[in-house]
């Protein structure tokens, strides 16, 4: 989303990224950094991190990728409901599911359909803000 928004002259949003289920300090996947590799971005630095109340409350816009992501971020701070989506329906992808799973631990083809989906995504959001 980073380098999409910059690509179309908007250096002035902030991105990040934050798991609800999952550890910190993780790296990413080796058949993430490999998909990403592929498409000119380097993960290699990537660690997770934990979405926190005060990340929650310091962002206007808050795209999760599956509805219990939502319910999550939703337990740490309702007052954050008017500014979470999921990604699909934020990027006005209208199709049967809005979620999208996590493809950790599948074959690399799921990965490389998830990161398809994704990516459309991201297109169609940074077009919109």
Same mark, same amino acid.
């Given at each position: 989303?980073?380098?999409?928004?910059?690509?179309?002259?908007?250096?002035?949003?902030?991105?990040?990224?934050?798991?609800?289920?999952?550890?910190?300090?993780?790296?990413?996947?080796?058949?993430?950094?490999?998909?990403?590799?592929?498409?000119?971005?380097?993960?290699?630095?990537?660690?997770?991190?934990?979405?926190?109340?005060?990340? *929650?409350?310091?962002?206007?816009?808050?795209?999760?990728?599956? +509805?219990?992501?939502? /319910?999550? =971020?939703?337990? !740490?701070?309702?007052?954050?409901?008017?500014?979470?989506?999921?990604?699909?329906?934020?990027?006005?992808?209208?199709?049967?599911?809005?979620?999208?799973?996590?493809?950790?631990?599948?074959? *690399?083809?799921?990965?490389?359909?998830?990161?398809?989906?994704? +990516?459309?995504?991201? /297109?169609? =959001?940074?077009? !919109?803000?």
């Amino acid at each position: 989303m980073e380098k999409k928004l910059k690509e179309t002259g908007r250096g002035d949003v902030e991105v990040w990224s934050a798991g609800v289920m999952m550890l910190a300090g993780l790296g990413a996947t080796e058949a993430t950094k490999e998909l990403l590799r592929q498409q000119g971005l380097d993960a290699s630095g990537h660690r997770s991190q934990r979405v926190s109340g005060p990340m *929650i409350k310091g962002s206007d816009i808050i795209l999760v990728m599956e +509805k219990s992501h939502e /319910e999550e =971020i939703l337990k !740490l701070v309702p007052q954050a409901q008017n500014r979470v989506f999921l990604l699909k329906e934020f990027a006005k992808m209208g199709d049967s599911s809005l979620n999208i799973a996590d493809p950790i631990a599948k074959p *690399i083809e799921l990965y490389a359909q998830t990161f398809a989906v994704i +990516k459309e995504a991201v /297109e169609r =959001i940074s077009s !919109l803000i």
